[in-house]
């Protein structure tokens, strides 16, 4: 089986301090890979390095594309990595602001990558516009109110209907559950978690909240200082962490 | 003659400009970047227009100007004196005898012929900067050919008023290739825009842009297939002249919300008037509104 993505020794500098450095690790379809550590860990850089937001100094983000086949992303030309990233690749921001835009109606962001790949047909759009905000559970009423007037929770929703309206097949999430109050963080975690299921999707979760990861994640990388210290299957490093800061970050997590 | 080298600007920036609008006129639709100058006129009054007529007028042309279709508005009259005193031109309103035209947000009804240029003022000649702040990211966009931003506006058009309701400076593609703003003429003139025998020139001053339409551009206004464009004016004729093809202004005329629907090219008004159409404001042929 042909990994989706599979990354080789990305490394990322910012002037003498590292980003992150030397991270390899291959993703196949269908599967949830969570990326843990603390603030400043390089979990962020290895993402946007990952998503084309930052050239790496040194790797290779080798993408198994529709049409071409298994093709480096990061060598590969600007206008066929941006049409990647929006068609086959989606990206979860931390802050639903950054990725939504918050002077256009529900419908017109959903709409936005449709009208992108070339949609010109504007019943179709708004039609599955009202389809997507049903999928993530926002009222269709609301499909021509601005981002402005929703709840931070929904906010956050209307993003990933946004970004998930042209079925991706791999989707970059940084923190999504970040900001949330904990009743919202368990709806969304559970919206998130049946979109993956059902659309066979792949996925790369940066967090630092262990919970989020032991929902979604099949597998897990730990990384601290801009390294992987651990990866294994989700289950196991959270239960048996080896490695002194894996046991520190698993120790760390309130218990009520 | 005065003291000004021709045409106000000297030779070297002329020269300047006239490189932008030959590279504009080769890359149609593009936004040729240049070094805007100082001009004796606040931005947003056609400084860019000006700059470019003073770049394509020589002493044997004819010169016109017209604001929203008219000649003897402020911005159009002081300009054409600008020119007058500057470049000692000959003058004119008519249409038919310009050979170079300044416009500010029109274009004439008489349809122009292969040895006039068109000029127009643009105040914002980048489309998409109301829907993208960022000008690096735009620069990127169009390069990238990446115009699905533009076809939100129109979506948001739609859903909020059921149709689109953008009626100037209504965006087009050139070639198939560039997105750009036609400058704010209403939609009314956007079929006009392609397969136009004259040459058109558009200058930005203060944005500092210059793009132009070589003679027979495909010229296309974007929509959505069950929303198709439509040019649109005030479902009227013309008070004056009777006119029903021409695009018309909406005048006040008494405190009593008496008001009068006439033709905003006031030489092809004043033409038909003269070749005996009379229109039905006109003193002796009022009929009860």
Redesign the interface.
Known sequence: MTPLLSVHGITKHYGTHIGCADVSFDLYPGEVMGIVGESGSGKSTLLNCMAGHLAPDAGAVVFDTRTDGPKDTVTMS??ER?MLG?TDWAFVHQHARDGL?MG??A??NV???L???GE????D??NRATDWLDRVEIDAGR??DRPTTFSGGMQQRLQIARNLVTGPRLVFMDEPTGGLDVSVQARLLDLLRGLVRDMGLSAIIVTHDLAVVRLLADRLMVMKSGRVVEAGLTDQVLDDPQHAYSQLLVSSVLQV | MTDYNFAYLDEQTKRMIRRAILKGLAIPGYQVPFASREMPMPYGWGTGGVQVSAAVLTPEDTFKVIDQGADDTTNAVSIRSFFERTAGVETTTDTSAASVIQTRHRIPEEPLKEDQILVYQVPIPEPLRF?EPRESETRKMHS?E?Y??M??KL??D???HGHIATSYAYPVKVEGRYVMDPSPIPKFDNPKLGDMAAIQLFGAGREQRIYALPPYTQVVSLD????PFEASKADQVCGLCGAEDSYLDEVIIDDAGGRLFCCSDTDYCLGRRNAGHQGSSLPGNEVAA
């Open positions: 600007e206008p941006r929006r835009r256009v109606s419908g017109g709409g936005e990558r009208m992108a790949v010109r047909h504007y019943g759009i708004r499909v021509d | 829907l990238l990446e699905g931003l076809h939100v979506y948001e739609i859903s909020r959505f297939e069950d929303h």
